[in-house]
């Protein structure tokens, strides 16, 4: 079975860490990107940071730069958002996606949600006090 499967969101303070996984089932992600989006109440989703599974490329939304790291575990199929700094702002579900052969700024910001060939289910993250 075809799936991505989001893990690590959670309840954390501002200015604490959450490692988000997106563990990837019944395919590889060679030649894929993999981006994490996140959707706030009340907000579009918007993509947060986005890697080339082969060539190691990526992208991140600038609000997240610096405090963000996306990274790829090949032996393990899956992709992590370390997640530093956090800020309430940053509470949203976050889901990871998963397209093959396309770029990390096309994927993150430019294609629509349509355009994705697959969706985990999400992980929620709130930074509160």
């Known amino acids: 079975q075809v799936q991505l499967v989001e893990s690590g969101g959670g309840l954390v303070q501002p200015g604490g860490s959450l490692r988000l996984s997106c563990a990837a089932s019944?395919?590889?992600?060679?030649?894929?990107?993999i981006g994490w989006f996140r959707q706030a109440p009340g907000k579009e989703r918007e993509g947060v940071s986005c890697?080339?599974?082969?060539?190691?490329?990526?992208y991140y939304l600038d609000s997240v730069e610096g405090r963000f790291t996306i990274s790829r575990d090949n032996a393990k199929n899956t992709v992590y958002l370390q997640m530093n700094s956090l800020k309430p702002e940053d509470t949203a579900v976050y889901y990871c996606?998963?397209?093959?052969?396309?770029?990390?700024?096309?994927?993150?910001?430019?294609?629509?949600?349509?355009?994705?060939?697959?969706w985990g289910k999400g992980t929620p993250v709130t930074v509160s006090s």
């Open positions: 996606a998963a397209r093959s052969f396309t770029t990390v700024q096309a994927m993150c910001v430019m294609l629509g949600s349509d355009a994705m060939d697959f």
């Open positions: 890697i080339h599974y082969t060539d190691g490329r990526t």
């Open positions: 019944g395919f590889t992600l060679d030649y894929y990107a």
